[in-house]
């Protein structure tokens, strides 16, 4: 099994080992080096600066993203690590020279179910770890060295890594062969957040609307198709992206899609509002930029449970 060593912001660190968050940004200030080293799902440790120099926590690795400070604030908030999109900003701007704009992009390195370990619990760093290494390293469980820390990152996790309520809905799903092999046992309690769920369905979609095409990131969201308040899973395939407006008539029943993936308006938007043209341009017409993996496209499933239960037909 692979995973990472990544050094970590000790200010970071200590703001969110005081919060309870289900997903973090462990962002990157360049904006412009694609984080590959991680399949999702794999650990990712929490390597606190020198002059501290342990291993103080772990995320599990979802996905990897470039956002604009102000879309990473909104997805994440104070899962950025910091208590207000001010301090971020601050906190970026100590790594940049540009001062061109106020709302550069950033790389974000999403992490959910973060867990941040007691003092007492903390690790020393591997022997072979150099004070050079400026952004982190990766081991594998396939060296002695990654074998023996991963046994006692292990341990840890039965301590740390409890069973919730919502497991079943928001698990972070795998395929197959990205699952690592640190036993299933661990899997069930990795949970994804909704910071992660709408990185993961922004990307998906290729940062689209699926109905009208809008690409303007503010006013792109994720929407669930069968509502998580209705035990409707984290899944990319229970989703779509859409623009605000759209997803607030789609949640409210008066647009659905049908399982052949096109756009059905409901009559009673003109019905009940004596307006709606905008919107019934759109019926019929099929959905944009779907996702490119087959398990990611929307789900019948979920789409009939929409049409049954919430559309206004």
């Given amino acids: 099994m692979k995973f990472y060593l990544g050094v970590t912001d000790n200010n970071w660190f200590n703001f969110l080992a005081s919060q309870n968050r289900e997903d973090v940004n462990f962002w ?6 694609t984080f590959k080293v991680l ?11 020198s002059p501290i120099n342990v291993i103080g926590g772990i995320g599990f690795f979802s996905s ?35 001062r061109i704009t106020l709302n550069p992009t950033i790389g974000c390195i999403v992490l959910t179910n973060p867990i941040f370990f007691s003092q007492e ?28 820390l991963w046994e006692k990152i292990d341990r840890l996790l039965q301590k740390y890594l409890y069973p919730m309520p919502d497991e079943a809905k928001s698990q972070l799903i795998l395929e197959e062969s990205e699952t690592p092999m640190y ?29 009208s095409g809008e690409k303007t990131l503010p006013v792109l969201e994720a929407a669930h198709i ?3 308040a209705e035990s409707g899973p984290h899944f990319i395939s ?15 029943g008066y647009l659905t899609i049908s399982p052949d993936l096109k756009v059905e308006v409901s009559k009673r938007i003109k019905e ?11 019926h019929g017409a099929s959905l944009y930029n779907l996702p490119n993996r087959v398990k990611d496209k929307p789900e019948e499933r979920f789409i009939e449970w929409h049409n049954e239960h919430i559309f206004k037909g």
């Avoid at 036993?183 to 990795?190: A, D, N, R």
């Avoid at 769920?197 to 609307?209: G, P, Q």
Wanted: hydrophobic share 35%.
């Fill in 28 to 33: 990157q200030p360049g904006g412009n080096t």
């Fill in 39 to 49: 399949t999702s799902g794999a650990p990712f440790l929490f390597k606190l600066k």
């Fill in 64 to 98: 990897h993203t470039f956002l604009p400070i102000s879309i990473a604030w909104d997805a994440f908030g104070r899962g950025n690590g910091c208590e207000s999109y001010q301090d971020l900003q601050r906190m970026i701007f100590q790594y940049r020279q540009d």
């Fill in 121 to 148: 619990d903390w690790i020393e760093v591997p022997e072979d770890w150099s004070k050079s290494i400026v952004q982190g390293k990766s081991y594998t469980t396939e060296t002695a060295t990654g074998k023996v």
């Fill in 183 to 211: 036993g299933k046992s661990v899997l069930t309690k990795v949970r994804l957040g909704q910071g992660a769920f709408r990185v993961l369905v922004t990307d998906a979609y290729s940062r689209k609307c699926a109905i």
């Fill in 226 to 228: 069968k509502p998580y």
């Fill in 238 to 252: 229970n989703a779509l992206l859409l623009r605000s407006d759209l997803h607030k008539l789609f949640d409210s």
């Fill in 272 to 282: 009940e509002f004596q307006n709606g043209k905008e919107y019934y341009k759109f």
